[in-house]
């Protein structure tokens, strides 16, 4: 019988062996990711199981009456075990619905796992979606490289200029040491983010730091240089099927001698060379307001290097 419980700190050793063996599970869900911000975000993260154990894990926050695909994350929803099959997955959807239900929350805002980051096919979950009438709330729209297709459309000249340019002008790139090193960098991000978007970053550099060293194996860093002082970063968080582009940044003048695409050129050629297990180079969204703005220069340049779109979803769940 399908059961369904809130998780608890008890559970936690558990919750990260479940999430490395899932169908669609990431780092990003391991709890020592999801709990660095417990502070921000009332955790209400579920577990469904039956008799023969763990079904699905559901990373989730509740505020107020909605209840939230963890705020903090980039994606969410149900967390698979290889034997959920669709009608599994179509059970946990009416099992959870009658879970909140009972605890008065009003609606479930549901965020997809984009199907790139899937280690076996998982989409039965849209189709449950559908079923349920869920409706979509938010689209956003990346760009994404597929590493191993013979399709791979033709980089532009003009990224391969630029690395030309930034290493002629004297730009050097070198892998981050280690956590600390990112306090350097950092105000690139910040100086960036602030001119051009007039907001900050969702992490402080203590937070990165912190889960840099927490997740050695997963997130790793670029930083470029000239004359030893810093001038551009690129870090990188890596799943067992994507490599996923963080805070992509360079000084204005770096911007100017081509120091962004020194850096994502560098970052490719490792990925194609070095971790070749992985198949797809993301670099995120280019959205703003739900996805009903897209930023088509910036959609433009990530395309120039190869990219393609691959969708980011939320659905909205009525409960009431």
Same mark, same amino acid.
């Given at each position: 019988m399908l059961q369904i419980r809130k998780y608890t700190?008890?559970? /936690? *050793?558990?919750? =990260? /062996?479940? #999430? @490395?063996?899932?169908? !669609?599970?990431?780092? &990003?869900?391991?709890?020592?990711?999801? =709990?660095?911000? *417990?502070?921000?975000? $009332?955790?209400?993260?579920?577990?469904? @199981? =039956?008799e023969r154990g763990w079904l699905a894990v559901l990373p989730a926050n509740a505020a107020g009456t909605a209840f939230h695909s963890h705020q903090g994350l980039t994606y969410g929803g149900f967390v698979l075990s290889p034997r959920a099959g669709a009608g599994c997955v179509m059970a946990l959807f009416d099992a959870v619905q009658d879970f909140l239900r009972h605890r008065g929350f009003t609606a479930w805002l549901y965020k997809q796992v984009p199907y790139i980051y899937h280690r076996q096919p998982? @989409?039965? @979950?849209?189709? $449950?979606?559908?079923?349920?009438?869920?409706?979509?709330? #938010?689209? !956003?729209?990346a760009a994404t490289i597929d590493l191993q297709s013979p399709l791979l459309p033709a980089q532009e000249e003009r990224r391969g %200029?630029? /690395? %030309?340019?930034? &290493?002629? *002008?004297?730009?050097?790139?070198a892998p981050l040491a280690g956590p600390d090193d990112l306090a350097a960098y950092w105000p690139i991000i910040d100086t960036n983010l602030m001119t051009c978007h007039a907001t900050r970053p969702v992490h402080t550099c203590a937070e990165m730091q912190l889960l840099m060293g927490r997740f050695p194996h997963n997130i790793r860093a670029w930083g470029a240089t000239l004359d030893g002082l810093p001038a551009g970063i690129l870090l990188m968080f890596d799943t067992q099927m994507v490599a996923h582009s963080q805070y992509p940044h360079a000084t204005a003048e770096g911007k100017q001698q081509g120091v962004m695409d020194l850096l994502i050129l560098n970052a490719l050629d490792y990925y194609r060379t070095e971790r070749s297990d992985l198949r797809y180079f993301d670099f995120g969204i280019s959205n703003e307001q739900g996805g009903r703005f897209l930023n088509e220069g910036l959609q433009a340049q990530k395309e120039g290097f190869g990219g393609r779109g691959v969708t980011y979803k939320q659905w909205l769940i009525p409960l009431a």
């Open positions: 700190p008890a559970d /936690k *050793a558990q919750w =990260d /062996k479940f #999430v @490395e063996t899932s169908r !669609n599970g990431t780092f &990003l869900f391991r709890r020592d990711f999801m =709990d660095y911000h *417990a502070d921000r975000f $009332a955790d209400h993260s579920l577990i469904a @199981e =039956d998982s @989409e039965d @979950e849209e189709y $449950a979606l559908w079923r349920i009438g869920a409706s979509l709330e #938010v689209c !956003n729209l %200029r630029g /690395k %030309r340019r930034a &290493l002629k *002008a004297g730009y050097r790139i």
